[in-house]
């Protein structure tokens, strides 16, 4: 089989390479990407050179571009991770999430639609169901849950995910949508809080963190993100959305404080900054139906995951400090002024 992996120049998509093209070597796997700000190459050094893996420079929302590598590739299999995922870049700057997020996604589904696909999978997030009150600790999502999007970026993913269902009922697609929660570990870009609070932390600058630190997370390490991803591509049925989670919910005052003690540093690091326009305040997910369905468990709990993420940040200095010392610093001055 061929599978077309867009945005493996990213996080998660990154990480689910690693995962799949050696567990895999029978299939071929072709990673697409833009490669913005978030999309870098050194995240795919570990399969670079691996006979069943290639790279294409591309954007998912240019037509011609799309439309010509899938009448030369032919693949069967299409997973989707590319997007602008960054909530507060999508305050400042919602158009580009319209274009990668929404018009992408559709640029894909077109696609699979004129070339003939065996699934097409989205990979979207809990974000696309709002979020919860922090008084009700017995509410989690479900698939069930109503779409009620906050931020432009969920809004975008929203959008994407109704135009994955919509053309899985009118035009027969075979496609499957999963919602996980919020990821971290290796190759975290580090402008999102886990990577942000461990590299700031390492050089001794101080943490930002957003209003009162009490709105909630669930936190997934991101292999198990992948295996579940994987599961539900090979497994799942068609034209069903996946939740995704593993129940380990933190304030981000938690978060930072356990990375602070992992770390040995004080927490006088912390600085509480303005709070993020329409702060979503807690997300949770309920995982019930991968769990029952396609027997999906996760290897990793929040502390477990946490000293594997510190460790790696710690081995990988190189890594993030490439990132830091590129474009990501004028943008991080831009957003804090710190
Ligand atoms: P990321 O920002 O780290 O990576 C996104 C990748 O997409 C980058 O490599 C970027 O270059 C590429 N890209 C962006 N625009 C593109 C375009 N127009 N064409 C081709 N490539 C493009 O994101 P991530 O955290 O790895 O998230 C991956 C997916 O998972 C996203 O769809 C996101 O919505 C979803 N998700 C993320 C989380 C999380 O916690 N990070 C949780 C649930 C779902
Ligand atoms: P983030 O990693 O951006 O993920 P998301 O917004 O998609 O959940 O943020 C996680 C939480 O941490 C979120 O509640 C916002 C908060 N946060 C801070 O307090 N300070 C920061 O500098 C960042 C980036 C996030």
Redesign the pocket.
Known sequence: MKYIVTGGAGFIGGNFLHYVVDKYPGDEWICLDKLTYAGNLETLAPVADRPNYSFVRGDIADRDFVFELFRKEKPDVIINFAAES???RSVSDPDIFVKTNVTGTVTLLDACREFGIRRYHQVSTD?VYGDLPLDRPDLLFTEENKIRASSPYSASKAAADLFVSAYHRTFGIPASISRCS?NYGPYHFP???IP?VISRALNDEKI???GN?A?V?DWLYVEDHCSAIDLVVRKGREGEVYNIGGHNERS?LEVVKTILRTLGKPESLIEFVKD?PG?DMRYAMDPTKIEKELGWKPKHTFDSGIPATVEWYLSHREWWEHIISGEYRNYFEKQYGL
């Open positions: 960054h909530v507060d974000e919020n402008e999102k809080l942000l930002p963190v957003y630190g709105n997370r981000n993020r702060h």
